[in-house]
């Protein structure tokens, strides 16, 4: 994040003042906002901080709420799967097309494959709550 706020900064500066932008920031903050985002999906998920809806919870019995977490848990699991499946199969588009970004040149295929990494990794985080979820069963 201090990175892309760092590029953001020179270029804006170079633009403004000395009327010459930095060569390839846009590129550059567009190759590191997946980094950003996939690599905080573990720790959301981990720590359950993503959006919930919990209008109905203190009407259901516990039992309910305990299927209920056990579906959601499962549902976001096969999710996650998917699209880690998917990026490694766009990364693999990418790389045989030989694939690269516009200004700088930079291969898009590894992008996609460190996106399913880190995908693959809160896939990961995911089974283990599952997992505990499972374990924990009255």
């Known amino acids: ?54 209008v109905l919870d203190s009407i259901l019995s516990p039992r309910v709420r305990w299927m209920q977490a056990l579906v959601v848990q499962t549902a976001s699991g096969l999710a ?8 490694w199969g766009q990364g693999q588009k990418l790389n045989d097309g030989l694939y690269v970004s516009g200004y700088l040149g930079w291969p898009i295929g590894p992008i ?9 990794i809160t896939l990961l985080v995911q089974i283990v709550k599952l997992w505990h979820h499972l374990t924990s069963h009255d």
Not at 8 to 22: E, K
Request: charged share 10%; with cysteine; hydrophobic share 65%.
């Open 1 to 54: 994040m201090f990175v892309m706020m760092a590029l953001t900064f020179i270029d804006v500066l170079g633009r403004y003042i000395f009327a010459a932008p930095l060569p390839g920031a846009f590129e550059m903050i567009q190759f590191l906002m997946p980094f950003l985002i996939f690599s905080v999906l573990p720790i959301l998920t981990k720590e359950d901080s993503h959006i919930m809806v919990t």
């Open 80 to 87: 996650i799967g998917f699209i880690c499946w998917c990026l």
């Open 112 to 120: 996609a494959y460190a996106m399913a990494a880190l995908c693959f």
